[in-house]
């Protein structure tokens, strides 16, 4: 079974809105990465966690972590329409190495 | 795509024929996993490789094999593929075992008939 869900697995807004999608995973973890994926390609690494992190910016991403609830946010801001795209939370455990466990994705659509 | 290539990009293979993809790295990363992604199941680790012919099963390892004899390529094998291991295959990369992020190939969509 996938260790994050994201939530919600779709969700479409305008272009200047901000984004917020969610990931909530069920054991202890060390780090917890986002990633994108356009349409027919590959995962892109946006913005890397740590499980002693609660929040992290980089450029219009906000990412925040709360360990407690074991649950994540992606905040984008002021989309684009190139911010169409599959965003994925995936997990990194201690015992895991360097393997990551992904959840089945949020499809995000700005429309112009 | 961060110095990763995947070959194929695209097959077409009927049930019962021996299929390999081939990942290619210029990265010198040492860790390189195999994934499939499905619709409804997000990305599954197929297998990993921590080094030179060292590698391990992941989630999903039933009815794949994995060879890695040098650090830049790393193949994936369906011995016998069935109509159930269509799906895209990512090939990644990641430079250490501590919480570093993973670098992805294009894909290669595997269509099983």
């Known amino acids: 079974s996938q260790q994050g869900e994201e939530d919600p697995q779709a969700l479409s807004i305008q272009e200047g809105e901000n984004a917020t999608m969610n990931c909530s995973y069920k054991?202890?973890?060390?780090?917890l990465q986002w990633y994108r994926q356009n349409s027919g390609r590959g995962l892109v690494h946006l913005i890397l966690?740590?499980?002693?992190?609660r929040e992290k910016h980089s450029g219009r991403l906000r990412v925040t972590l709360d360990t407690s609830k074991k649950s994540s946010s992606l905040l984008i801001t002021a989309s684009r329409a190139a911010d169409t795209a599959s965003y994925f939370c995936?997990?990194?455990?201690?015992?895991?190495?360097?393997?990551?466990?992904f959840g089945e994705g949020t499809q995000l659509t700005v429309n112009p | 795509d961060a110095g990763i290539t995947q070959s194929p990009r695209h097959k077409v293979t009927e049930t019962g024929t021996p299929v390999t993809l081939r990942c290619h790295q210029t990265?010198?990363?040492?860790?390189m996993y195999w994934y499939r992604q499905d619709p409804g199941h997000g990305l599954r680790l197929i297998h990993y490789s921590y080094g030179v012919k060292d590698t391990d099963k992941g989630e999903v390892s039933d009815g794949y094999s994995v060879s890695r004899s040098k650090t830049e390529d790393f193949l994936l094998t369906l011995e016998s593929a069935t109509s159930s291991q269509t799906s895209v295959y990512f090939c990644?990369?990641?430079?250490?075992?501590?919480?570093?992020?993973?670098?992805f190939g294009p894909g290669t969509r595997l269509t099983v008939t």
């Open positions: 966690i740590r499980s002693n992190e």
């Open positions: 054991t202890s973890i060390n780090n």
């Open positions: 990265e010198n990363h040492r860790y």
């Open positions: 995936a997990t990194g455990k201690e015992t895991s190495g360097s393997r990551l466990t």
């Open positions: 990644a990369i990641s430079e250490s075992d501590r919480g570093n992020e993973q670098y």
